[in-house]
C-alpha cells in the first residue's frame, strides 16, 4: 500500500503550510464521533473508546498503520480515516480526496 503525499495532498487541497498535520484518525460517520482507543484482543472481544472531538482522537503516523486497523477490527464500512490538522484553536478534520486513496 501506497502511502499518500501528505504535502502533495495539502497543496492541492489549499491548506496553509501553518495548518500542521497531526496524523491520520478515523472517524465515525454514524455517531458522529472518533476512535479514541480500544482496549482487548481482537479474536476474544475488542471495546472502543469513541470521542466527539478529535482533539483526543488516536492519531496514527501512517494511513497504512490506521489501513491496518480499520482491517484487523473488521471497522471498514463503519469509519472513515481522515486527516487531522492542528488549526491553532482547534483541530481541524478532512477526509482524504479521492485521487490519493489507496483502498
Known amino acids: 500500500m501506497k502511502e ?6 495539502t497543496r492541492k487541497m489549499g491548506i496553509p503550510r501553518e495548518h500542521k498535520f497531526m496524523g491520520f484518525v478515523l472517524f465515525n460517520p454514524e455517531n458522529d464521533d472518533f476512535l479514541a482507543m480500544g482496549t482487548g484482543e481482537a ?5 472502543f473508546i469513541w ?9 496514527f503516523n ?11 477490527l473488521e471497522l471498514g464500512t463503519r469509519v472513515i480515516i481522515m486527516m487531522a490538522f492542528d488549526l491553532g484553536s482547534h ?4 477526509e ?3 485521487f490519493c486513496r489507496t483502498h
Open 4 to 9: 499518500p503525499n501528505i504535502r502533495k495532498i
Open 51 to 59: 470521542v466527539k472531538s478529535p482533539v483526543h482522537a488516536r492519531k
Open 96 to 98: 482524504l480526496p479521492s
Open 91 to 94: 483541530i481541524g478534520v478532512t
Open 62 to 72: 501512517s494511513y497504512a498503520a490506521a489501513c491496518r486497523l480499520v482491517e484487523r
Open 43 to 47: 479474536e476474544m472481544y475488542f471495546s
